[in-house]
């Protein structure tokens, strides 16, 4: 359900509608919009009765929203959704005219390998530095991460070279360091229905970066969304990172047409991720070109300098020369579509 | 890395072989066989120099595992492993001649609606009992479980007739619970690949029932049952609960195949829910004999007396006069096999 | 659209309601049942005025068909389709109380090879025998079948062992050849929506195993068969033999869901493949015995009695004596569900 | 095995080579390159003896090939393979510089329809006009295409605005008729391994547009055009048109990176076919612009003017004045890869 305040309804009407509502018993989700603010409410198991709302000062109208996800739906809020990821040499606003760029290693491995990739991906125009500092491995004698020593690390790369940090989070206890450290809380495709991990971002006060899982429908990976939001974090980045298919020339199946799925459904920023979306460092390259050529809003891809001894994902990783080349390649499509990049 | 011991070998041998092991900054894992008892290593990074080992005692040699899974694999343990579900009116053994037969609604309700459902599969001849307390459903706003409440409702279900309790944990603080209440703790599809919640799984003292996850291949389903066993938690049951294809005429893709694939590398038992499995009533019971008649260990069931008015998977539930003809072929056909149900 | 018939309708009001449908531009399939006929409709592009035909003598009611598929759908006969192989050693019939076997090798290589594997077969209990005289082979320097030489080859072996005979054609010129010399033509899954082949195998006066398409939905399979049944040939057994996904523990993904979805919407028999089913000979005994379990009306598999030396398809055939165990299995399955095989 | 001439050796050297393979009792493919000219050997069935080749006069080396395919490997023929199609309007040449464009309906449904789309099609700049005449249809009950009267209107669509035509053959009948009428062959995706009608267009005169088939690996896809090369037609463009994967959003996945991955191991151009693999008009625009960015050599576009009563595809066919945005934008992103359009 949808409460759409006129144009001209005051704060303090808004306001009288959330107590209202929170009264019922429901929780009042108040969506500001260029031209006017809309609230949004969740918690019914049935039907609301809507006609106390519908007659209080400044309510336009109460619509009923249909799809399973609400707070993410573009029914909701028409414009796209803004989210500003801050970082010194420059905040990157996902959702808007910049195509932003996050890049860097896998995982942190050690304080050399992050800068010496960090001081390559900035001087190339990254202002986003992205690295793992818990890694979710498929066997549990792979390299897991350095854990907190990984996030001073990239606290360290934030200082020395003003980007801003993106890295994962995989339980409880990893996402409270995660928030501390970092600007983007990373959800990884393996933990996109942890529902219990999705509730604890939304309650996070930093930005969510959240991959859609290797199996998840299109509704799933909103409703994903919405469960972050429903919990009062509505600064969540989608991120598209290839699907689990039949074929075998790449390690996933990048899914460029969810780019304007959506756009067309929801308000959300949705990026893509070519590195484990192709998992070959041969079509990074291409298929960065042609996620921002279908209209993606940013690009998160794995650089490294000295690939054949990352301790993950190595064959995915492209060198920082190569990096030169996609963000000068990337910056020209952007431009056909009218867009920026940095 | 796997020191097999002599056949003769004593406990105080295999005793040293261990301490060695700690010695050496690694892991022992004591695996105890028909003939022989066998040791894995785990927490090596690269090549273990075996010499030292190799010259004790007892030992009979030590030999490479090539697999990315060690502990599961049948490798390191040739016979089947047994796992024991305590119930009051009598356990139930995974893994040997018995066919397991785990049933009951997709989610406590009430305490009548589970009461009412356990009394009519007890009498069908079950003696394990399904219930969720902890839902994990793809959207925020549907109903998520009881919690707590329903682990006692559970536990009231093991008092009044007898059965052992298997339900799910969805995070850490769950698990806390479900580990106290119940007797199999079960990690849903979902939660495959949950790493966290697979490690706490395996410090846990109870039996985990594993689901596989919905794009699973079968390396990454033993992987993820090594991540429990590797913290020492040895009583892991397999579960095939259908994976995600293109098909539309059952909700997911039930792989039987599975089952001779998991027989082949794992001495870990395999069940199958052939209720995810379909997503369809009337195909839970020829799935369910074709389950057992491809070798499955065990048969987990969704029964619900009311299924209409279920609050999850109402569409999949069996009737418990269905669940009484499931149980008459099941039976039928693991005679086939030599087997025996209950 | 469907004419259904009184119980008591004369064969020449029946006629009659052919010939009016004739009249109308249309194509009239009279279709018999236990207790009455009906007269399936084809070739309307839009709405029929069927005030005309209901009012004709004999002539219970008229009904739309709303699915895709007419004739194949259980909505226009209520009974199994009963398709009967002749066989000098006892005729097959699918669809009824037997559990039909064939059996033989992926292709037909040498007179010796077939010849020493249909007596293998035959004495194992098979009545029928399988092997490819024309393969459709991935690459084209592959083996491509002996064409006619095979089928000669396969016409000894009806001659000498009794078995009827089920072999594939690819293209309108084999399937003449094939509707010579054999007793069921088999479409292969690749041809599954060769349309043209499909209608020519409509045309032919044998009976047609038509196999599933490596992706192809229970819709698409259906209308395959309608694509046969419409131009007059209604002996069609459907055939299920794995589908592409993403595991890769077998060649296909055997989805026996399907089994009992076809039976709840066509009257046609089904059969499965475990074979090309799984891709390897250590599962076809497991999935042999799940197929039954799960209903399935026969079992299609490759035998070769030195696999190692196989043109096509070794890894997957099973040895004579492997098939020897499969019989009788397959045999203690099917009495569990009250049917027989042989 | 391939045999490399040296770089100056004689047109009557490389015929002996030529005449020695045949009297091998092996075929031979002389394919001419920028450098050298090398011969393919096909029709072994296993080693070459290739001493009395190396030893001719003008040959630098035989090389054996690994792959499954040869002669439309980048092995044997490193420059991209260019394929001209003929048009009054100015011939299209798939594999060099220009990307080319052919639009036009999903069927020629009636003269003036295809017309009307051919005119504004060829006034937004298409060279080449697309059209069924043949239409493989799920259901036999489906509009099936005009057949001949279909193609002498595509013949009139060249006559009267200077397109080349592309448009499909289903069976060797068609294909006769198809060859005579159109400029380009197309196979669609259901036939991919129809390998009786890939041998067909294998010794036909005309370029042929092979469609990679819904659940086709890139081995596959390669190996379906080996079929026609190898009878000796080296003009095939292949056209990636969306794989079957569990996504709902779109009708078909479409899978870009098979871009990058068909350029590394072959010669031949690949284009793109945005409308059978998104089945969405509002996706259309997207993915054209993303395919090219990828590299693709071309798009395919369905375009109708009255798409709401189409025959078929009506759903996924773009308007007219779509289609010039289409053309626009698609020209500045190929501007980018240093390509034109038309």
Chains 1, 2, 3, 4 share one sequence.
Do not use: W
Not at 148 to 171: H, N, P, Q, S, Y
């Amino acid at each position: 359900m949808l409460v759409v305040m006129q144009s001209h309804a005051t704060d303090e009407q808004v306001r009288a509608v959330c107590e209202r509502i929170a009264q019922l018993g429901l929780r009042a989700h108040p969506i500001p919009g260029a031209g006017r603010t809309a609230v949004g409410i969740t918690g019914n198991s049935g039907a609301i009765d809507t006609g106390s709302l519908e007659s209080m000062p400044g309510v336009a109208e109460c619509i009923p929203v249909s799809k399973p996800y609400k707070l993410v739906s573009r029914d909701v809020k028409e414009e796209n959704s803004l989210v500003r990821v801050p970082a010194p040499a420059g905040d990157v606003i996902f959702g808007g005219k910049d195509v932003g760029i996050v890049a860097g290693p896998c995982a942190v491995e050690t304080r050399e390998q992050a800068l010496t990739i960090a001081e390559r991906v900035r001087a190339a125009g990254a202002r986003l530095f992205r690295g793992g500092a818990y890694k979710p491995r498929t066997s549990p004698y792979s390299f897991q991460g350095l854990a907190e020593e990984g996030l001073k690390i990239l606290a360290e790369v934030r200082d020395r070279f003003g980007m801003g940090i993106v890295t994962e989070a995989v339980d409880n206890e990893s996402l409270d360091l995660v928030e501390k450290y970092a600007d983007v809380i990373q959800i990884g495709a393996r933990n996109m229905q942890n529902f219990s991990l999705l509730k604890r971002a939304g309650r996070a006060r930093k930005p969510v970066l959240l991959k859609r899982g290797m199996s998840a429908t299109l509704d799933e990976f909103l409703m994903a969304a919405e469960y972050i939001v429903s919990e009062g974090n509505y600064n969540v980045i989608l991120c598209e990172r290839g699907v689990r298919t039949f074929t075998d020339h790449t390690r996933n199946t990048l899914d460029l047409s969810v780019i304007p799925a959506v756009q067309r459904l929801s308000h959300l920023p949705i990026v893509v991720d070519p590195s484990h979306g192709t998992g070959r460092r041969n079509k990074v390259l291409p298929l960065s070109r042609a996620a921002v050529a279908a209209g993606a809003d940013g690009i998160l891809v794995e650089v490294h300098h000295d690939p054949d001894r990352a301790l993950s994902d190595g064959p995915q990783s492209i060198l920082p020369e190569e990096f030169n080349v996609l963000v000068t390649e990337v910056r020209a499509i952007a431009a056909v579509l009218g867009r920026t990049v940095n």
